[in-house]
């Protein structure tokens, strides 16, 4: 079975920095992709990062220049570096995995909260 992991988040003053993992597990394919995405209050689903196996990395336009997505050392791992957080960075994120024509999975989510 299937599992997707996410670690970090938490409450940080604007202007700070927070990192993110996730970890998959549990499947018998490869991984074809992982992502991080966010959701604020009342607004879609949005891309943040994304990293291929291949490694070739997409950001989305609202965190461009002030994150970094990143494979972590443990396999099947990635890790998000959010610097210079504002209030509106404030959503849940959640950690995508995509084996391709298999199936996609989603993590449960992790709050970050931007406020003094």
């Known amino acids: 079975q299937v599992q997707v992991v996410q670690s970090g988040g938490g409450l940080v003053q604007p202007g700070g920095s927070l990192r993110l993992s996730c970890k998959a597990s549990g499947s018998a394919f490869e991984i074809v992709a992982m992502a991080w995405y966010r959701q604020a209050p009342g607004k879609q689903r949005e891309l943040v990062a994304s990293l291929t196996e291949d490694g070739v990395t997409t950001y989305g336009d609202p965190m461009k220049g002030r994150c970094t997505i990143g494979r972590a050392s443990a396999k099947n791992m990635v890790y998000l570096q959010m610097n210079s957080l504002k209030p509106e960075d404030t959503a849940v994120y959640f950690c995508?995995?995509?084996?391709?024509?298999?199936?996609?999975?989603w993590g449960k989510g992790t709050l970050v909260t931007v406020s003094s």
């Open positions: 995508n995995v995509d084996y391709g024509l298999v199936a996609t999975y």
